[in-house]
């Protein structure tokens, strides 16, 4: 935050982060950049709790191997996306999620793929 000078009784003062500039008392906060920071909070916090791919339904499900790996990938989910996501939801505790948030995520991953399996299992046996 630079203060740039004083204009009356309020300060002209210039975000070091975005560059907004405005009017305020001395040592306000950026209002764009506490809004910004609030919003990359939520949305980190979703990808954690709520990943994309939880979500994939039975179109998903009725791809092979194959292509759910492309399926996936066209989505910009490649390699272990899995286990990382698992990484990281426990490298966000507490600062992005609480323990029970990331609990209660765990247990839906672990509900969708025991849904995926029995889908699997399901399927007749070509060989
Ligand atoms: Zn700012």
Known sequence: ???????GPLWEIICDECGASWHGPSGEQCW????RHEMEFESRRTQLLFPEWLGWGERFE???GIDRIVWAETRGFTGDYRGKWKRDLFNAIPKFVSAREAADALKRYEKWMTHIERFDNSLPNLT
Do not use: F, L
């Open 32 to 35: 764009t950049c506490e809004r």
């Open 1 to 7: 935050m630079t203060v740039v000078r004083p204009r």
């Open 62 to 64: 009725r791809c092979n």
